[in-house]
C-alpha cells in the first residue's frame, strides 16, 4: 500500500492508552552505561549527517576504509561507505581471538531441560565457521554472491552456518524454521538459491519434531517453480545420529555431520567484499501477495547493528546476553547473531519456547548462565505472566537491561515486566523498527532518557522521525493526533533492495511522502514505515500499528494477502477476506471470513480445510482464530469487500455506515452468525 489508506488497519483498532508518567533509568546501570554523553545527539543530529555515522562504522575492522560515507546518486537506493572493504565473519569471530579466544560466544540452551547447555567459545566457533565454510566452498562449489537458502531451527549450527556464508560472501536467506516447506520453497525459487541447508529435527515445546519433512516439500514446492536447488545439506541434531523420520533422498541430500570430517582443521581466508555488498536476505510480509527479500548490506548493516547493539542494548564484551527471538527474524539476525558478536559478547541461543516446561524456564536459564541483558516481545511477556504472575520473583536473575520489540507493549504489561521480571532493577528499552531497516529506529537511549510505559520513545541517535498526515502535512508533537510515522534521512542499516524488484522498493516506501522524484537530495525523500503513530510533546513516540494489509500476529509479521490467497487454493472458496482482532496474548490475530462459490455448501470440516491450507502453506502461526463461512461479503457498489465491516462485526463494534454498501443486508445475517458462536 503506498497510495490509498487501507480499509481496515490495525491501527484503527489500536489501544488508546493514557500518557503514562516518566521513569528514570537506575543509577547502577547509569553507572556502567556505554553511552552516557548526551553530546551523542548534537553529534548525530542532521546538520552532522552523513559523516555522523563513522561513529558506528569505526566500531568494524576494516580490510580498506571508505571513501564516501553515504552516496545519494541514485535516490533512494542509497549507497554507505562506499568504497568500503571488510568481512562480517572476520568483524564477528577472527577479531575476537586474541583478546576472547577462551570466552564463550554462543551458549546453545537445548529444550530438553536434562540436555548439557553448550558453551562454543570464539576458538571453537571460528574452528567450526572455517570448517564449515570450507564444505561449503568445496563440496558446494559456493561463490561470492551465491544465495542460498536456509531453513534452520535454533540452534548453534544456525550462526555457524550464517557466518560460514559471511566468510565466503554467499548470501543466505534464512527462513524461519516454523514457515512451512512451501513457503520455504517459495524463497528458495525467490532468491535462486542454490543451495538449501536445514537440520532432521528439533525440539519445540516438548516434542522432536521431524524438519527434513519440511525440506522435501520445499524442494517439491522450488521445482514447481522452475528454481530447484542443486543440493540439501541437512545438520544432525544430535551428531552421528539421524534423528528424522523422513529419509534423506539419494544423490540429493547430504548428512553435513558426514562430511565435516573431511574438512577437519581446514581454515578458509574471509572474503574480502565490499560494504555494500550483500550479507543476507530476510523475506518479511508485505501488502501485495507474495513476501519480499528484504536485501542487506555488509558494510552499513554491520556497522549500524553494531552501533545500536552498544548504545541502546548496552552490550558490552563481558555480558551474557540472551534475545529470545528467533533467528529466522530479522531481530534475531541483528541481535542475535550479528551485533552482539561484533561486539565479542556472549549470546544466547535458546531452542524451544519459554514456557517448556514450566514458565519458570527462562528465569532457569538466567540465573544458570548469568545472563544480563534480556530481549523479548510483548507477546512472550504476556504469555509468561499468564503463566504465573509472581514466577520470576522466585528466581535470583539480574538483569541490568531489558528490551521490548515487535508489538505496542501495553503499560499495564511494561510494568510487569519492569517490576516482576526485573526486579526494579534494569531499565528496559522499547525499540520500534522493522525487517526493512537492519536495526531500531525509535528508542529511549538507556541512560540518557528516561523510560516511559507504552511508548518507544524519541529517534535514536541519528534517526530523525516524522509523522504525516494523509497530505503529507507534518503532525507536531502534542497534539493528539495520530499519522504516519516516516523518518527523514536515510541510514546504513536501511536495506539496499528488494530483491529482484527495485521498483517495489520505490513504491512501497518513498512513493507516498517523495517531495520530487527527480532529485538526488535525500532531504526530498523520507521513508514511509506503514505503521501508525503519534507523539507527545516530549517527543516520544507511541506506534499504533499497521496501517497496511500487514497483520503482526503475536511479534510475526503476515500478510493478510498471503493468508487470503491461501484460503483460496481451497476448491470450495470463492472469496476470502483476512481482519485483525486484538487477542490478549498475541497482540493481534487474523479472523478470516469465506464466501463459497454457488451451490457448494459449507459446514466445521470445510473450515478446518480452510484453515489447514493456511498452515501448509504458510505456517501454524497464520491460522485464522475463527474461518466465518458467511452467505455473501459486504461488498461497495464497485463490488470491494468491506473489511472495516468484517472487522467490526468480529470484534462485535459499530460497523458504521453501511448504506452505501451494495448489499447491506448481509451485514445483519453475518452479525447474528457471529453472535451465536
Ligand atoms: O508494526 C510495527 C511492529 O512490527 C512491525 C515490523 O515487523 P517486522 O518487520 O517483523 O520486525 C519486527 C521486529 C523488528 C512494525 O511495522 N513493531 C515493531 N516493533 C515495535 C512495533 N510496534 C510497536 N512497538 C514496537 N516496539
Known sequence: MSNQKAEFSEAEIAVHWREEPLISPPPQFIGQANLTDPAIFERMSLEHFPECYREYADLLTWYKYWEKTLDTSHPPFWKWFVGGELNACYNCVDRHLPGYRNKTAIHFVPEPENELIQHITYQELWVRVNEFAALLRDFCGLKKG????LHLPMTAELPITMLACARLGVIHSQVFSGFSGQACGERIADSQSHVLITMDAYYRAGKLLDHKKQADIAVEKATQEKAPPGKVLVWQRYPGRYSAETPPVKGRDFIVNELLPKYRGQRVEPERVQATDLLFLMYTSGSTGRPKGCAHSTGGYLAYVAGTSKYIQDIHPEDVYWCMADIGWITGHSYIVYGPLALAASSVVYEGIPTHPDAGRPWRIAEELGVNIFHTSPTAIRALRRAGEDVPSKYHHHFKHMTTVGEPIEPEVWRWYYNVVGKKEAVIVD??????????????????????????????????PVIYDDDGKEIPAGTGKAGNICIRNPWPGFMQTIWGDDERLVKQYFARYCKDKNSKDWRDWPYFAGDGAMQSSDGYIRILGRIDDVINVAGHRLGTKEIESAALTVPEVAEAAVVPIPDEVKGRVPDLYVSLKPGVTGDGALAQRISQAIETQISPVARPRRVWIVPDMPKTRSGKIMRRVLAALSTGGDPGDITTLANPEVVEKIRTQVAQR
Request: with cysteine; aromatic share 8%.
Open 431 to 464: 525499540t520500534w523498527w522493522q525487517t526493512e531497516n537492519g536495526g531500531f529506529l525509535c528508542s529511549t537511549v538507556p541512560a540518557l532518557k528516561p523510560m516511559k510505559p507504552g511508548s518507544a520513545g524519541p529517534g535514536v541517535p541519528g534517526i530523525h
Open 146 to 149: 551465491d544465495r542460498v537458502t
